[in-house]
Nanobody, 123 residues
Framework: AQLVESGGGLVQAGGSLRLSCVVS????????MAWYRQGPGRERDLVAV???????SYEDSVKGRFTISRDDAKSTVYLQMSNLKPEDTAIYYC??????????????????WGQGTQVTVSS
């Protein structure tokens, strides 16, 4: 299995970016997918999860600003990020969901990590 993230970049605070993650070599449509981020000196944390049903959950700090979506025909998961803040600066990764998101806990089997995509938000 392989994950390839793209779409990151440098943006000013208040701007928007759309991240994409193409999944290959494994079944996509029947699994939940997630976006994670790892800021400087921090652990990699869950940001958003989308279930195979299309139902989504978000980390509190991104609710109302980020939208996760999926295209099963393209084996691709997206993260639309709006009203970006400097504290959103991180490397963003996709994978199956594992770990805690608010009060929820996920335990999917992780696919080998991709290279991630860097998001930098300037103030």
């Amino acid at each position: 299995a392989q994950l390839v993230e793209s779409g990151g970049g440098l943006v000013q605070a208040g701007g928007s970016l759309r991240l994409s993650c193409v999944v290959s070599g494994t079944i996509f449509s029947s699994h939940a997918m997630a976006w994670y981020r790892q800021g400087p000196g921090r652990e990699r944390d869950l940001v958003a999860v989308i279930r195979d049903s299309g139902n989504a959950s978000y980390e509190d700090s991104v609710k109302g600003r980020f939208t996760i979506s999926r295209d099963d025909a393209k084996s691709t998961v997206y993260l639309q990020m709006s009203n970006l803040k400097p504290e959103d600066t991180a490397i963003y990764y996709c994978n199956r969901p594992r770990g805690r998101l608010g009060s929820m806990r996920f335990a999917a089997e992780i696919i080998p990590w991709g290279q991630g995509t860097q998001v930098t938000v300037s103030s």
